[in-house]
């Protein structure tokens, strides 16, 4: 579990009393969490209540604050300010961070993840926005608003190591890049579905369907696990 460093630095714009959260992402690339903290630090007006990028996560504004985020929609909702990559790797420790933040504060107010939203999502809804982000963000890396969600899901969830494997042993993960769907079992590789019908049958069986790229946590985990169930399975001579 991510670490939220407790460092409150503004204290918003009056009381809040939130039913959704809001994530953002930053639109200016490289800086860090730590940079918007300080620069919230200085009376900034427009500080949100976490911030967090690919090494640490932040809280600067009490979650019992209103904070100027989402135009019209300001006084429904908490929020996160995602700091944006410049690189791949950043990107995905970093989305595995904001991932796990997210999860411990809808947890800590008894919501499920349809209570998160991206800041696209206010501006339609309540107007006085424009804003898309973080959905630009995302795109950039091949990633995807409902992969994010998913990812909250499972951390929300509590998935464990030993329970990801219970999972792994008959999931599915879309590759965002190529649109190629595969079926995954661990010691046994991936096999590429020919048809939309064999993907629908397994997800009926309950079999999980990850969307996720070459790149992404969920992709890098599975190779972990596959790799290390074959290794078992030769020691065995299974």
């Known amino acids: 579990m991510v670490q939220i460093k407790e460092e409150i630095v503004n204290q ?21 969490a730590r940079n918007h903290r300080d620069l919230w630090s200085r009376g900034y007006d427009y500080a949100v209540h976490l911030t967090s990028d690919w ?8 979650y019992d604050r209103l904070c100027w985020q989402v135009g019209n929609g ?7 300010e995602i700091c944006e990559a410049t690189n791949a790797s950043d990107f995905w420790k970093g989305i595995e961070i904001a991932a796990d933040v997210i999860a411990q504060r809808l947890r800590a107010h008894g919501w499920g993840v ?15 926005s424009d804003h898309t982000d973080p959905i630009p963000y995302f795109t950039r890396y091949g990633y995807t608003w409902q992969a994010f969600v998913q990812l909250v899901q499972q951390k929300l969830s509590g998935v464990t190591a030993g329970q990801e494997v219970d999972i ?10 190529t649109g190629v769907i595969w079926y995954c079992e661990p010691g046994k590789g991936r096999t590429a579905l020919t048809h939309v019908d064999q ?9 999980p369907l990850i969307h996720a790229n070459s790149r992404a946590p969920w992709w890098a985990r599975f190779d972990q696990i596959d790799a290390l169930v074959r290794t078992t399975m030769k020691k065995l001579g299974v």
């Open 199 to 207: 993907a629908n049958l397994l997800q009926q069986a309950g079999v």
């Open 168 to 177: 792994m042993a008959g999931m599915m993960i879309r590759n965002d890049d």
């Open 114 to 128: 349809d209570r998160m939203h991206p800041h696209q999502w206010f501006a339609q809804v309540y107007g006085g």
């Open 55 to 62: 090494t640490e996560a932040i809280h600067c504004v009490p």
């Open 12 to 32: 918003g714009h009056g009381y809040l009393s939130p039913s959704l959260f809001a994530v953002h992402s930053t639109a200016n690339p490289g800086a860090t």
């Open 74 to 80: 300001n006084g429904t909702c908490e929020g996160i």
